[in-house]
């Protein structure tokens, strides 16, 4: 296969604070340096994008030396932490800006789809806008009007075809804009997270055309997305992006699995994050949730078909007596929807104890799907007072154990839960 | 690019790939760091042009949306301005209109140098104002300058009617008007007032990129800048010294060329003509070449 884009060693170098006037004197300085025919005085400096660090130089390195090549045809993912510099890149390789050092080098038509539905007018109906947002992501006028009957089709809006959409829901527009791009014949589609919006059976058609796009058209795709099922589904190779350097690229499993260890690299168990919307009256509070084998080694992640324990803290605001505490767990899907929901009153266990202490709960066999999951808690004093409700207390990462004894994972991006069977035949 | 070209390449790549692994490829796209001074993209940009058409399209159409009188408000706007500047300049202030009626003397001005204005005016903002959509989309950026100035001339020529009807009306009820052969210099004239516009919007909206400083000069230096250009006087009217300086401004020679032509008072000069050419060639091209630069990183400072 040829290559159909080819990134060397790209860098991208931003400046931290305001543009104002202090900015200025290194403007000359650096205009002072170029008439001269001298280097960039500022382009040896700078410092790791780690954004949780101080800042120690004027400037950062969004992207540091990026070496990529992807093959015509090929559909690659690209993961990474919020501010990695994932969508840096999209927009170098879209030519929104230039890199600072580099080069990126591409065969065919490059469309980018940073955001659906770009340049749309409000005041103007759906069709005009077809072709405006068709036309801005480099369409031409002919190939539109050959498409629109299969554009509108694709979004469903034959009624509203000439109502101006700011009478349209935010959804209806994201329809449309998606619509007109899916129809784009590009080379090389790049994508970055548009699949956010919309409603379910829209997401599974958009997710489908970027399928066909890819294995029937021959197109070379570019996916960013913090969904993991969807990369998983899409693209069979994945690169990993971490403070601005490629980490890791290669098969989409393997690369997936080592973004979600070192996402959850936490030796002592995680403190439930202090921007977790909790409610309750307080009494007690969970601080801290582990995650323990049969032996009570403390995990980062848990393999599935073992046995596994989660370990609250909970913290007591006063020194006081519970008679009879109940707490809960749940595990929620990237959708929101729940897996399992677990409560020590379904057993009739209820705990009493004074001040602080840590609660168990033991889970036999887990059965849950390789996967990332988000966990809720719940603590109350019977049915009488609700102590503490957490909704996003901890992340649980699942690898892939040996459920069903045979070293088959199920279908994990199918369904969560793993059940165990035997079968017979007559 | 063409369709067929596409496919004509993909085709071509396969077999011929093995042979080329390690030859010099063929890229379709090279982005660099900075691209030459001078390397602007003509050809894209003329791939482009179903873009301009549809900026233009939007410009026109979503003005007077939701309006009852709809393109007849383009009308309003220089019939108010005439009026008032027949009471305020010539019935208070009686300035000289050449011996031309004040309607046709103030019109003609008014319109012309409303062109330029708003060419200006709107292209100069073209970075900032539509830094969202830029900052999502890749195409030539010098489409939105362009389409700004051919919407203008839509504009523009609408507003012309209203003054060619005036002119008409005035040609066949007085004698005060004399137009001669000037009169077909206009089409000219216009695409040197675009030109300028243009260039000078583009510098301007490459320059408050990063600093915005200069934006606040534009608002009042486009209206400072009528009065040294003569739209409510004549040049007749000035000292040698006044226009010996005015002379430089190559707006003025555009107005009273135009002034001539239709209306037969006005100073005439295929010099100041030359040098009204020369000084948009080298606006325009400097506007380019600065634009060409700033759009490859602006979305980092705007």
Redesign the interface.
Known sequence: ???AI?LENISKQ??LGQ?GTGT?SH?LNRWWHRVRGKEDPYSQVGQINRRDQAAESEYVWALKDINLEVE?GEVLGIIGANGAGKSTLL????????????????????A?L??VG??M?P??TAR?NI??NG???????H?ISRKLDEIIDFAGCQMYLDT?IKRFSSGMRVRLGFAVAAFL?P?ILIVDEVLAVGDAEFQKRAIGKMQEVSQGG?RTVLFVSHNMASIRQLCPQCCWIHNGQLIDQGDTEETLANYIQSTLRLPTGANVPSTASRSGTGRLRIRRIRFENADGDTLTTVQNGTDVTIAMDCEAAADEHFTSVVASLALLDDHDNYIWLVRSSFTREYFSFTGSTTIRCHIHDLNVAQGTYRGVTFLSERDNEILDNVRNAFTLTVVSGDFFGTGDQGLPTRCKTLTRSTWTHS | MNEAITIDSTVAEIPAQSANEHADEHWDLVIQPKRHLLDINFKELWDYRDLLYMFVHRDIVTVYKQTILGPIWFFVQPIMTTIIYLFVFGTIAKISTDGIPGILFYLSGIVMWNYFAESFNRTSSTFVGNAGIFGKVYFPRLIVPLSLVASGLIKFLIQFTLFLAAFVYYLNTTDAIHPNAWLLATPYLILLMAGLGLGFGIIFSSLTTKYRDLTFLIQFGVQLAMYATPIIYPMSILGPRARAILWWNPIAHLIETMKYGFLGAGDVSVAGLAYATLFTVIVLGAGIVIFNRTEQSFMDTV
């Open positions: 296969m040829s290559v080819k931003y400046r543009v200025i403007d015509q927009k170098l390789i879209s030519r929104i800006t230039s890199p600072t050092t580099g080069a990126i080098k591409a065969k065919g038509r490059i980018s940073l955001e770009t340049g007018h005041e103007m005009e072709y405006l036309s801005i992501l480099g369409m031409r006028r190939e101006p014949d080379e021959g």
